[in-house]
Structure formats: C-alpha cells, structure tokens
C-alpha cells in the first residue's frame, strides 16, 4: 500500500523558514499537493505541483512566501516555507492525485492518497 510520509515540520519564530519534505509516492502521479489544517478550522489547500510540466500553483495567503517543487521524479516533493506567520501554524498534509482532473487541484476530494501530517508551530 502507497504511504506519503511528511517531514521537516517544527517549531519556528515569526519570519523564519522551515521546509517540508514529502515522500513515498510512487507510480501515476497527475499532482502532488500540501494542505494544511489548524486546530478547529477545515482543512485547506496551501500549494500544488503538477507532475508534468511542474506547474504549480498557490493559495492567496501563501502566494510569494512558499515554494513547492521537486528536482525529478524520484525526489521527495518540498514545500520551502519563509516569512511564517503564527496564522500558518497547522497540521500539513502532502497528499497524491492520479486522476487527471482540471488544474488545479484545490479540493481534498480530489486527491486519493495522504501522509499523516507534520505539526508546523510559528510563534510571535
């Protein structure tokens, strides 16, 4: 059975950087995504990575500060992570789509397979 395993979660100061590695996934890969979740709020799309092409794309609130990438297909995909704010302390999830569907990839129910998570804590 597939498993995506996360890593490189933390703690940090406000400003700082941390990178999340994600890996495991082997196989059709249509996207590879990172979504995040904070305690008592829904679960949410951060960034995602088109296999092909490596198109990416970004939500607002990270847009210019996170970087998702991968340096071929068999590397783990990264999530480069600067100026955190305490607004972007959350469990984050990397997560596998193989289903062609249209780009991009914003909802949970559209990728099929997930890692358990890896606590990023940004303090002020």
């Known amino acids: 059975q597939v498993q995506l395993v996360e890593s490189g979660g933390g703690l940090v100061q406000t400003g700082g950087s941390l990178r999340l590695s994600c890996s495991g996934s082997?196989?059709?890969?249509?996207?590879v995504g990172w979504f995040r979740q904070a305690p008592g709020k829904e679960r949410e799309f951060v960034a995602a990575i088109k296999w092909t092409g490596n198109n990416a794309y970004y939500a607002d609130s990270v847009r210019g500060r996170f970087t998702i990438s991968r340096d071929d297909s068999k590397s783990p995909v990264y999530l480069q992570m600067n100026s955190l704010k305490p607004d972007d302390t959350a469990v984050y999830y990397c997560a596998r789509a193989r289903r062609q569907l249209t780009w991009p990839l914003l909802r949970s129910s559209d990728y099929d397979c997930w890692g358990q998570g890896s606590q990023v804590t940004v303090w002020s």
């Open positions: 082997t196989g059709s890969i249509y996207t």
